[in-house]
């Protein structure tokens, strides 16, 4: 089976024993669970297009490993060409869903730890990167969900992971056996982590010698004895247990998920180890996942953007003001703030180099300028969107409301009556119709969607001062200093 | 005679790529049988449908007899046709 089915990606899930826990309960059947299950069902998109032939060319490539057609969220790139293809391929998604579809983390970490295992293994003699192919090869072969995860809580910010009061507060090893580790820790705003079979576990930043028991990457089955999941809550959430017919929910279909991963001491073996005390690797695992990870949101925030853009331009059509030169200006505005961002995520895949595994990696520098332009634009985007789409976003009645059949008023109307008489507007569009839009979009601006398109965008993979340390490094500031003094004839 | 076809991965299409595959196919229905493409097998001719002016699709991999067609515009749908046209003529 080198691609699943969306039907056999959610029937594995049922057949996993993973722990959840949600508002205090331990939750038995996630997978239908209403709060939850629009997250799987985005997940599944992923699946769903890879079988639609109009979409095959980016969700689908060939495995270098084992020249099976794979789902592309589990390729290794072998060229710039497949770094843009990705980026396409999350735009693609972004549109489909208008969500966060949870999938590209698991691709990033596997494309990290394939070049860093390889340079482990040059300066050690370990055979990590032997290991990790062979576990590739599993995921590609059972076209599996896998979350990279790498962000620890970590406890005190002014303190390295050694000199915490609880040493928990970063992922360790806390007993080495003859055929494995044993870890504790635990993984915080893990993106889907519960709609994954699998988890990739990398560290969370560089470490020092006195950190090095911090300093590990192994991979784990998500129902392992020892691991559970606490689910995080989103604005608006509780909108998806009412009435699933309601319009309320803003977006019926879709959504994103973030979940705390305890690891209660977890038992790894030996041949899902792919990095222990290498300290001086941590560095490079994180900068490229990093780089991966800034580099695709210059594809899926463009994606969510292209709804968002659609959904501002709908509304002021259902509004009766798609004529007015400012709302047609607000318009371009957004497409040119999103298309800058997509700009950078090309770009950064196209000056893409190969590292010495043989597998592609984004230009460092065009990916923290990407990444630092998406902890910007999405909030101008949405500023102008609640712009476009006026304050009956936030003050519109309920569903229930619009359809209540309670008599109000001197005469025999009721208060679905009443709602749909005075939340009219174009004509030639329903009430509901317009009420469904300004849902949609308050629920991306600011409801349980502005997790994945707001916040996420802001802190997912790093704050906006990550990316600024990065593009400090690398900004090559001497050799621009020379070309000054060259044109200016300052010789020292 | 079999035409392989392929469709761009869809990331921002111009137009619905698929209503004008379905244009094409009812243009020349009894006549020509359009299939997605695979590898291995061989097609008289190939059509790729881009949905933006790069028109990305990978095609190198297939085999095809004659020509490769390309279309990344709804407008391209006259000259696609005359294009096949002018095969099954040949």
Known sequence: MALKTEAQYIESLRKLNTKV???????????????????????????????????????????????KTINRFTHIHQSTDDLIKKVKMLRLLGQKTASCFQRCVGMDAFNAVYSTTFEIDEKY?????????KYLEFVQENDLVVDGAMTDPKGDRGLPPHKQADKDMFMHVVEKRADGIVVRGSKAHQTGCINSQEHLIMPTMAMGEDDKEYAISFSIESDAEGIFMIYGRQSCDTRKMEDPDSIDVGNPKYGGQEALVVFDDVFIPNERVFMCEEYEFATMMVERFAGYHRESYGGCKVGVGDVVIGAAALAAEYNGAQKASHIKDKLIEMTHLNETLYCCGIACSAEGWKTKAGNYQIDLLLANVCKQNVTRFPYEIVRLAEDIAGGLMVTMPSHKDFHSTVKAGKGDKTIGDWCNKYFAGNANVSTEDRMKVLRFLENICLGAAAVGY???????????????????RQGNTEMKKGLAKDIIGIKK | ????????????????????????KEHFTHRVDFVIAEEGKTYDF??????????????????????VIKMWDEKHLPEVIEKIERIISN
């Open chain 1, 21 to 67: 826990y949600l508002m205090g309960e331990k939750i038995d059947n996630w997978v239908d669970h209403p709060m939850i299950r629009p997250s799987i069902d985005c997940v599944a998109m992923t699946h769903k297009l890879a079988e639609d032939p109009q979409y095959t060319d980016l969700m689908t490539t060939k495995s270098h490993l084992t020249g």
């Open chain 1, 125 to 133: 003699g370990t055979e990590y990167h032997k290991r990790f192919k």
């Open chain 1, 454 to 472: 707001r916040t996420e965008s802001m802190h997912g993979a790093g704050s906006p001062q990550a990316q600024r340390i990065m593009i400090s």
């Open chain 2, 1 to 24: 005679m079999i035409c392989g076809v392929k469709f761009c991965g869809g990331c921002n299409p111009r137009y619905d790529r698929g209503e004008a595959f379905k244009k094409i």
């Open chain 2, 46 to 67: 190939l059509l790729i449908i881009g949905g933006c002016t790069n028109c990305c699709a990978s095609y190198k991999q297939y085999n095809w007899k004659t020509e």
